[in-house]
């Protein structure tokens, strides 16, 4: 298999607050995490390429500083969203690669970000 | 860099009926991997099939396959007596190498809708 879980599935947070979102593959491990933003409705945006050991790469336009990146080990990878603004909310959803199959990515559940 | 299209915002079926969703890519790459994604409303990436550049043969998986034009980089998924169950945005989306290794970019989507 290749399972790929997130945490929390839903959070609400304060304007100014910031909020972790944890992405595990459970049962392999991951070579690249990738990050998404999804609005309603609409496809996935790419945000950043996270690779165990090594900084995150941002696409342009993507805040490096307030989307906060760490791939602490093969099978984790966290997204901090800093200093959140009600703009911020969104479907946040991470997805992970093989490190043998490197084409095919496995996709989380999402995580629904509301900021009040 | 590559780029996905679908230009098909919203489709619709009769349940056990056949419906084709197209999508055409573009990508300067010549070793590159296709792949149509379900998204239910429970918004979990599903991936429904994959195809691999150099296979000249179009890829089935069940009651989905797929209609690969190489030449015409045109990639459209066929969905053979469709279920209720079937009901779902659908993207599709192209993995190429080079720089853009391991990197999906997503076509816009489409919504399929299903009618008892």
Known sequence: GAVVSQHPSWVICKS??????ECRSL?????????????PKQSLMLMATSNEGSKATYEQGVEKDKFLINHA???LSTLTVTSAHP????FYICSA???????EQYFGPGTRLTVT | AQTVTQSQPEMSVQEAETVTLSCTYDTSESDYYLFWYKQPPSRQMILVIRQEAYKQQNATENRFSVNFQKAAKSFSLKISD????????YFCAANAGGTSY????????TILTVHP
């Open chain 1, 27 to 39: 049962d392999f491990q991951a070579t690249t995490m990738f990050w998404y933003r999804q609005f």
């Open chain 1, 16 to 21: 100014g607050t910031s909020v972790k979102i």
């Open chain 1, 87 to 90: 703009e911020d909310s969104s």
């Open chain 1, 73 to 75: 080990s093969l099978t």
């Open chain 1, 97 to 103: 690669q093989k490190r043998s199959r490197g084409y």
């Open chain 2, 102 to 109: 391991g990197k999906l970019t997503f076509g816009q989507g």
């Open chain 2, 82 to 89: 469709s279920q209720l169950g079937d009901a779902a945005m």
